[in-house]
């Protein structure tokens, strides 16, 4: 394992620190590593294998797609793409789908629809988009212009320019930033990188009726809390607001590397046209194959009440270390989407539970982060939560 880690590090762009692990094989809710460690897994890939590792249903889907078409390019029609963007629709509540190959490039596709749906009604090019204070949209130039967190975007400045940032869960700040050159505001449902805050309902609200009253887009970002996380399809669902366009991606395709953005048809119209907007493998067959059958057992194995009965199980087990440990300030979060809150740094808690055989992430310095497969059981919670009240009494 220490000669795979030596030759990564010798070969790969050092861009990530690695914890020191080579993982060899995933089964169930358990990851294993090179040397047969196993390692009860609270990441799922960042919020990506909904299903866990191992599949029988959705590894035989692509392996049948695999036999028979995995890329034709976006000048012919293809049937998995077609069938993928109708579940879709039909899970979402919108209109149209473009199909990308990650996250960022959902949101780089949500930007320039804001964009040229603005640039239709008046011609003009300088159009404002607010984004959130703290908020994460992804590493590519767009998506980091959105980007809330200086330290993500300064060694690359100049962004993309004409972006306003404001409070989130702050409605006021949200005005204030509104110019006549606001075409957009972008969001994050339930903020991840930023620390695990989910939007309040007021806010939320408030935010809706400002882009309707100035007709501006509301783009929400539901790439890390969609696909089932919160409780609901997608998160904004629980809160009854429903955005002009959304961005969605991880587990979309449950480890295959996909991501879409979505509209209503008023947007579909009066936005992206032949020629504005492409990609090569974007809703290739193989990516849409992985999509449609992920939808499919999203609703054969009822993964939305899992979510629900598992995450309050979750969210009580959490609580109850709260209660137990002076320096865990706070838990904040939504179904499977949780975070604990610390007065100190949460690096060496993720180390020594990586030590004990759990896999643990942070959403900033000192936030613990928990999103594990969309399938755990109450079972699971009470050992994940064995080891990390370990952890926890060790530091």
């Not at 109708?86 to 960022?104: E, I």
């Not at 953005?261 to 947007?267: P, Y």
């Not at 979060?333 to 055989?357: N, S």
Request: aromatic share 10%; with cysteine.
């Amino acid at each position: 394992m220490q000669q795979y880690i030596e030759e990564a590090e010798s070969a790969l762009l050092h861009t990530y620190n690695r914890y020191q692990i080579v993982l060899d094989k995933g089964e169930g809710v358990y990851l294993y590593d090179m040397e047969g460690k196993k390692y009860l897994d609270f990441v799922s890939g960042i919020a990506v294998f909904a299903f866990g590792y191992g599949n029988k249903e959705y590894n035989d889907a692509l392996k049948a797609q695999i036999d028979k078409l995995i890329h034709t390019s976006n000048y012919y029609y293809n049937i998995p793409a077609v069938e993928a963007a109708k579940k879709l629709k039909k899970a979402s509540g919108m209109d149209r789908v473009f199909f990308t190959n990650s996250g960022a490039e959902a949101v780089e596709g949500a930007i320039k629809t804001a964009r040229k749906y603005a640039w239709l009604k008046d011609g003009r090019t300088d159009h404002e988009i607010i984004a959130m204070n703290h908020s994460f949209h992804g590493r590519t130039f767009g998506a980091l212009s959105v980007t809330g967190n200086p330290k993500y975007r300064e060694a690359f400045e100049p962004m993309i320019g004409n972006i306003r940032f404001a409070d989130f869960n702050d409605l006021e700040s949200v005005k204030a930033q509104i110019t006549d050159k606001t075409c957009a505001v972008i969001m994050e449902t339930v903020q991840g990188e930023g620390g695990i805050y989910p939007a309040e309902k007021e806010f939320l609200k408030g935010v809706r009726a400002l882009c309707d009253e100035h007709d501006m887009l509301l783009i929400l970002d539901e790439i890390q809390c969609g696909m089932g996380r919160c409780g609901s399809m997608f998160a904004w669902q629980k809160y009854g607001v429903k955005p002009d366009v959304m961005t969605c991606a991880k587990a979309l395709g449950c480890g295959v590397p996909v991501g879409a953005f979505l509209m209503t048809e008023k947007v579909g119209q009066n936005s992206l046209k032949a020629g504005d907007h492409g990609t090569t493998y974007g809703g290739n067959p193989l990516a849409c194959a992985a999509i449609s059958k992920v939808l499919d057992l999203f609703e054969e194995k009822h993964i939305i009440d899992n979510v629900t009965k598992v995450g309050e199980y979750l969210e009580k087990s959490l609580d109850q270390l709260v209660q137990k440990y002076d320096f865990i300030q706070t838990r904040r979060g939504v179904g499977l989407m949780q975070g604990l809150e610390c007065d100190r740094p949460v690096g060496p808690i993720i180390e020594k539970a990586l030590e004990k055989g759990l896999i643990l992430i942070n959403a900033g310095a000192n936030v613990l982060r928990f999103v594990p497969p969309l399938v755990i059981t109450r079972e699971d919670v009470d050992a994940m939560t064995a080891i990390l009240d370990q952890c926890l009494s060790e530091v």
